[in-house]
């Protein structure tokens, strides 16, 4: 089984539409985050947990929302999706471990498209 | 300066090359150092970590010159699975920890 999964892996939604994305991992690892990938922009961060008690903003949190519902997952909500929401989304995990500290694994990807 | 700058490429090479790919960042604080690999439509994967010695993975060598805030990742003998678009990370300290910055990747294609 996968480490990391995401659900739905891919979705067609309407503008305006509430939606959520859904990430859960088996790694044992404090740390997530949520991402988003365009073409010709590269991984952009959205939220991240260092802990269940703990959400930071990322570069383009604007739009979203996050829920920290225990250690293995990690929710990613639009409240209201637009068309520029459309993109690549992956979560993505870290634990700290001697040397390989920040190293991030990632989920599979949602391919979410807003019409 | 963006944080972290690659050429985008494409880097079209012919199998058995070798290719080198360069990286630089603008955070001189950094101390964590990636090469990512991801293939179309899939997840980055950790190709390796970049340390301050220099550091080889079989076909793979990375350098890291923290002086010129550049990082490298050399690959020999390219095969067709190589093809691939790397991603250069650095991480970046704020108030509430680290986070990965995320290069836009350099595209590499490999022929037959």
């Known amino acids: 089984d996968a480490d990391v999964t995401q659900t739905p892996r891919n979705r067609i939604t309407k503008t305006g539409k509430r939606i959520m994305l859904e990430c859960s991992q088996t790694k044992g690892h404090d740390r997530m985050y949520w991402y988003r990938q365009d073409p010709g922009l590269g991984l952009r961060l959205i939220y991240y947990?260092?802990?269940?008690?703990?959400?930071n903003k990322g570069e383009i949190s604007d739009g979203y929302s996050v829920s920290r519902q225990a250690q293995a997952k990690f929710s990613l909500s639009l409240e209201s999706a637009i068309p520029n929401q459309t993109a690549l989304y992956f979560c993505?995990?870290?634990?700290?471990?001697?040397?390989?500290?920040?190293?991030?694994?990632f989920g599979p990807g949602t391919r979410l498209t807003v019409l | 300066r963006k944080e972290v700058e690659q050429d985008p490429g494409p880097f079209n090479v012919p199998e058995g090359a070798t290719v080198a790919f360069n990286c630089t960042y603008s955070?001189?604080?950094?101390?964590?150092f990636f090469w990512y690999r991801q293939d179309c439509r899939k997840e980055p994967k950790l190709l390796m970590s970049?340390?301050?010695s220099g550091n080889e993975d079989g076909r793979f060598t990375a350098q890291l010159n923290r002086a010129s805030q550049y990082i490298s990742l050399l690959i020999r003998d390219s095969k067709l699975s190589d093809s691939a678009t790397y991603l250069c990370?650095?991480?970046?300290?704020?108030?509430?920890?680290?986070?990965?910055?995320f290069g836009k990747g350099t595209t590499l294609s490999v022929s037959s």
């Open positions: 990370v650095v991480n970046r300290f704020n108030q509430a920890g680290t986070a990965l910055i």
């Open positions: 993505a995990t870290s634990g700290i471990s001697g040397g390989a500290a920040d190293t991030q694994y």
């Open positions: 970049v340390y301050s």
């Open positions: 947990s260092f802990d269940v008690k703990d959400i």
């Open positions: 955070n001189s604080a950094s101390q964590s």
